[in-house]
């Protein structure tokens, strides 16, 4: 036997053996990193309440994140091509994981009210820093997946992952909500999210450990760029390249439009809950966890949907739906009702999630970079959801002010009710302005169903599940794509 053909030999079972390790350890990524964004993420706003932040602040908590997270990805792109993935990701969650165990020790203690107001803008630097390793991490781990993952086991495996993401996502967070409420009644709601973010740091940390056990081909055939080599913007094309694509723009303009009208209102829905309704957190919870249980229920619905009809009459439909849900939170407070929109909320989100990730597969020209498409998307929406949060804060620090000019018979019965009618009618608008612009595009050869295969890498209650996804195909399929 010729001896290339013997280390061959040798080499296979114990590639397959690293693979399997590496896929091991990938699954036990996904429960500490959704153990991590379930403690931390959506109870966020209602830390920045706690603290006693104003509307404005609240505006700014949402704004700044979103906006430089959406920077952090561009900037992923360039530093993929001086540091290696692994080194990259595993560093940047290290990072991530002290600025989650400075969150808790900013919970801990408690003075006064006025120590209490002091640490907003601290809590807002930290979050800041939170969702920028997000983003930094996101785009690395997506080809670090697509490398590492056999190609006719990407269904499978990230099926199981999603599902263990879930599962733990859901369970932390009802659990969250239920230790603040054991806390608050206790008297000691500071200790209680002290807890509740050294746990989101401890899921990190362990995540930490798995990424670095992990196995990265690209480790060895890594070549680090010489200085002066590495083009940043240029080699992914101009931003003018992109948007002179008519369909690309109109896409790019409806869901920056959309994201930027949703953050209006999107920071407020917890202070309605907590500090108007007085809800406690574990209602708080079990409200959130209606609208994200029914998102990951019905994505394989909306998924059969859109390969039946097209991806563009799933955004027309849940595009008409996405106005309406600011407005039902003002015709009763009553619990189950909240419960009951929060569940329409969750099937028009999924299928407008599913549709419009798909829609820009499909409006992409053929054999261009995504990666490249989808950041110049999200920078724009970025900038759109930062302007909008900013713009939400304002009309709810002068909601009263607003309301005194109003005919007595349009007044609202509160404050926040201003910011849910005002995003309605925007959304409205942004989807009268997008559906005679929305063509249907050619759509290339492709699986029956684009199945969305994502890691929990956040999801909002109000404004849908934040995916990081790949899209893989069935296995009968793949022949035909190979082709």
């Not at 002290?98 to 601290?122: F, N, T």
Request: glycine content about 8%.
């Amino acid at each position: 036997m010729p001896r290339s053909i013997a280390e061959s030999a040798q080499r296979q079972p114990r590639q397959k053996t690293i693979l399997r390790r590496t896929l091991n350890y990938s699954q036990k990524d996904a429960v500490a990193s959704a153990t991590m964004t379930a403690s931390s993420d959506n109870f966020i706003n209602a830390f920045a309440i706690y603290l006693q932040a104003s509307a404005a602040q609240m505006g700014v908590l949402t704004a700044l994140p979103q906006f430089f997270g959406a920077l952090m990805q561009i900037l992923s792109i360039w530093l993929g091509q001086v540091i290696p993935r692994r080194k990259l990701v595993y560093n940047v969650a290290i990072i991530q994981c002290c600025g989650v165990a400075v969150l808790a020790l900013l919970a801990l203690p408690v003075i006064g009210d006025s120590v209490k107001a002091s640490k907003v803008p601290w809590l807002i630097g930290l979050v800041v820093l939170y969702h920028s390793c997000l983003n930094l991490i996101q785009p690395q781990w997506r080809a670090w997946m697509g490398d590492i993952v056999p190609r006719r086991r990407r269904g499978a495996f990230f099926a199981a992952r999603t599902r263990l993401s879930m599962v733990a996502s859901l369970a932390v967070f009802l659990g969250g909500g239920a230790l603040l409420t054991g806390f608050d009644k206790l008297g000691a709601i500071g200790i209680g999210f002290a807890v509740l973010f050294a746990i989101a740091s401890t899921g990190r940390a362990a995540s930490s450990y798995y990424l670095w056990r992990m196995h990265d081909p690209s480790d060895r055939k890594y070549l680090r760029s010489r200085p002066g080599t590495v083009a940043p913007v240029g080699r992914f094309g101009s931003l003018r390249d992109y948007l002179s694509d008519r369909n690309f723009l109109h896409y790019t303009l409806f869901i920056a439009g959309m994201q930027g009208v949703v953050a209006i209102s999107a920071p407020f829905f917890a202070v309605y809950m907590l500090k108007v309704l007085e809800l406690s957190y574990l209602q708080f919870a079990l409200n959130s966890v209606a609208s994200v249980a029914t998102q990951f229920a019905l994505l394989g619905f909306w998924g059969r949907f859109s390969d039946r009809h097209g991806n563009r009459l799933v955004m027309l439909i849940t595009s008409c739906l996405l106005p309406l849900l600011p407005i039902l939170w003002l015709f009763s407070p009553d619990y189950s009702y909240l419960l009951l929109v929060q569940v329409i909320s969750g099937f028009a989100w999924s299928g407008f999630t599913l549709s419009t990730a798909n829609f820009l597969y499909d409006i992409r020209p053929h054999k261009t970079n995504f990666a490249a498409y989808a950041a110049v998307q999200q920078a724009v929406g970025a900038s759109a959801v930062f302007c909008g949060a900013l713009f939400g804060g304002f009309c709810v620090t002068y909601a009263d002010t607003i309301m005194a000019v109003m005919p007595a018979e349009l007044r609202l019965e509160h404050g926040v009710f201003l910011v849910f009618v005002i995003s309605g009618v925007l959304r409205a608008g942004i989807a009268l302005w997008f559906i005679p612009r929305c063509k249907e595009p050619r759509i290339r050869k492709r699986p029956e169903m684009l199945q969305i295969v994502f890691r929990v890498a956040r999801f909002n209650p109000i404004s849908g599940v934040v995916l990081d996804w790949l899209t893989v195909t069935r296995k009968r399929k793949l022949e035909e794509e190979r082709d």
